[in-house]
């Protein structure tokens, strides 16, 4: 997920045109093509929303021909081969038909899909990457997960942009 400093991960009116940074540290890794190259080849499937779906239509697909598997009630419909709609409980979709065939699930997405995925013990990791702005109100993040979760900071990564990404493994 893609972060403010202060927690929100879009503007209330669900834009996102604030994620590019034109900040310039220093000590910071340049994050190149190859960097980020590197690190989608390492997902085998995406699991998503309907809203990040719609959302990422919008953007420009940025999935490529993985497999993206997007959970919804609603009749979508889609010309990527790579994408399949799928409905019915969150945990039996993961535990049953993604785990079994891909490795690296990554879910990209909301609050909603990302809270269901903490509360049923589904997420083993969480990267979150924060820009360097306070956008003062917006979508939150992480908002009332009513639950403490105990973190492993797996790592951190400083960007000459000023963007900051950390990793955490979730304790269980």
């Not at 021909?65 to 409980?89: A, H, I, M, Q, R």
């Not at 990457?129 to 992480?142: K, R, S, Y």
Request: hydrophobic share 40%; with cysteine.
């Amino acid at each position: 997920m893609v972060s403010s400093l202060d927690g929100f991960i879009a503007k209330k009116d669900g834009t996102v045109s604030w994620m590019r940074s034109n900040d310039n540290y220093e000590k910071g890794i340049t994050l190149t093509d190859e960097y980020i190259e590197e690190f989608l080849e390492s997902i085998d499937c995406y699991i998503m929303g309907s809203k990040t779906y719609e959302h990422a239509l919008e953007l420009g697909w940025p999935y490529g021909n993985k497999p993206v598997f997007v959970l919804t009630s609603k009749k979508l419909e889609t010309s990527k081969e790579n994408v399949e709609f799928c409905s019915g409980e969150l945990k039996e979709i993961v535990n049953n038909r993604l785990k079994p065939n891909y490795q690296n699930i990554w879910m990209v997405g909301g609050s909603k899909l990302t809270k269901e995925f903490m509360r049923m013990g589904l997420a083993d990791e969480i990267v979150l990457t924060i820009m360097p702005i306070i956008l003062g109100d917006g979508l939150l993040f992480f908002d009332y997960i009513g639950k403490q979760y105990e973190l492993h900071l797996k790592d951190v990564m400083a960007f000459k942009d000023g963007m900051v990404e950390l990793s955490y493994e979730i304790r269980k």
